[in-house]
């Protein structure tokens, strides 16, 4: 009978609880901050705003102690151990550095920049000044991807495919081009990463493009290639589709459920017909975003200042990646 690993996931609530800062309080700050309260005993200290009223309205909502109406001096707050950066992907940079500069470990929602100069100079940064940095790519830290790392560990990847399709309406702050608008930063990080992670970084990128309503981009189509392997992937925010992702062998394909990216099941087929399911409880970011911060946890207090299982190292290549990709698209930086 064909049996699965288990999930070698340590319970969040058993990390040490470190003082968080939450730098922007848009919704993916909403949702982290949500997780955490949930799912951990980690601490939410101090939010920061461009504006107090904004940061007072999130820190009562949350239970913060602090409430800045600036960046400078949320960061500046002695008591916060690590600064979460959830402002927009184009500030990134800027706010990752602003928190690095003031001793502050980070947590920078991915894509951790918006180019690979920028991802290496606050890997850079980071590293000068010797706190812990790392981008919130919360799906690598979910059980399910444990459960496939090491289904995957002792095999040779011949195939992804992954899609991840949604449709906004015409009025959302993804289709701004002043907010680093279309699908590249926001839903092209999850397609692009799960092939990476999967097969490795690509030696061939072949993209198209067609736009959007504005003339910002609204979808991608993707090839990525090296030696071994080849992956078909595929990003909108005019349209809807599966969300589903593919990962074979010549022994096994594995079919994530979609969404490929949040916690749910999967089912491992192998080439004689035998079968096998993962389920855990399916959830949004709300039931998933906490795993990356306990890992954070435990690392920054064993003196780490990277994670395993999204080193920067990864990071910068996905970018890297990207850049390649708005090239032939014609995308331009925000």
Sequence with gaps: MLTLPT????????????????????WIAEKFTSALRQHTTQRIHAVGSRTKDSADRFAAAVGASAAYGSYEALVADPEVDVVYVATPHNYHYAHALLAIEAGNHVLIEKPIAVSEAQARGIAAAAGEAGVFCAEALWTLFLPKYDVLRQLLADVEVQTVLADMGEYFT????????????????????????FAMWAMGSPAHITAAGTPAHNGVNGQLAMQLGNANAVAALHASIINETPTTGVIASADQSIVIDGPFYQPGGFTLTTRSGERARYDEPTSAHEGGLHFQAADLARRVVAGETESAIRPLADSVRLLRVMDEIRRQVGIPLP
Aim: with cysteine.
């Design 7 to 26: 999930a070698r996931t340590l319970d969040p609530r058993e990390a040490p609880s470190l003082r968080w800062g939450i730098l922007g309080t848009g």
């Design 170 to 193: 015409p009025d959302h702050r993804i289709f701004d081009p002043a907010l680093a608008g279309g699908p590249i930063f926001d839903m092209c990080t999850y397609p692009l990463s």
